[in-house]
């Protein structure tokens, strides 16, 4: 079946370093999403991308969605101890159209 | 709009027990999914109901079921408890379906023993 696969697992980083996430679906993707799950938490809606291509920026956050509609990115520039989560990319509507989500990146940011 | 709501919020149980979990959508979202969250697996898709109906299944065994009712309210149920089932039991409704954006609950933290 379908699989999302995402990249790191966990990433350390000093407050104001960037940050990236990797998500790869084993198929093309109808639309992919992106949560954040503050610790103790539950998952908050961040963002859909539909199109091939396409690149939407909120703040210091990046999303972008690969060419062939099987991968995805979320690039954080200059992190805060805000930040500090866990990121889900989900792949959407190629399997009866449910969400298939990716293990997450724990990102923990040190001031 | 009130969120999505969860109860109990925790809950301990032995093995071989049973359990019903319920999930309060927000108002007008007639799409409401389950996912079990475990730190090994991540979020796993258990099933998604839309006006009543199980509209998709994820691969978990025959001892998880759930419905809907009119109002859209759902509930899980999980019998003959393993250890393995000890998780956060996550519900999320949707005002479109469930591959679309979805608002999460808090959750119910399922212990085994």
């Known amino acids: 079946g379908q699989q999302v696969m995402q990249i790191p697992q966990y990433q350390h980083v000093q407050e104001g370093e960037d940050f990236t996430t990797y998500c790869n679906s084993s198929t093309t993707l109808s639309n992919i999403q992106w949560y954040k799950q503050r610790p103790g938490g539950h998952p908050v809606f961040l963002i859909q991308l539909v199109k091939s291509g396409e690149v939407k920026k909120q703040k210091r956050l990046t999303f972008q969605f690969g060419e062939a509609k099987k991968n995805s990115s979320l690039h954080i520039t200059a992190t805060q101890t805000t930040d500090v989560g866990t990121y889900f990319c989900a792949g959407g509507g190629n399997q009866g159209g449910k969400l298939i989500f990716g293990q997450g990146t724990e990102l923990s940011v040190k001031p | 709009k009130a969120g999505v709501t969860q109860t109990p919020r925790y809950l301990i149980k032995t093995r071989g027990q049973q359990v019903t979990l319920s999930c309060s959508p927000i108002s007008g979202h007639r799409s409401v999914s389950w996912y079990q969250q475990t730190p090994g697996q991540g979020l796993q898709f258990l099933f998604e109901y839309f006006s009543e109906t199980q509209r998709n299944k994820g691969n978990f065994p025959g001892r998880f079921s759930g419905r809907q009712f009119s109002n859209s309210r759902s509930e899980m149920n999980v019998s003959t408890l393993e250890l393995g089932d000890s998780a956060l039991y996550l519900c999320?409704?949707?005002?479109?379906?469930?591959?679309?954006?979805?608002?999460f609950g808090p959750g119910t933290r399922l212990t085994v023993l």
């Open positions: 999320a409704s949707s005002n479109r379906g469930g591959y679309n954006e979805q608002f």
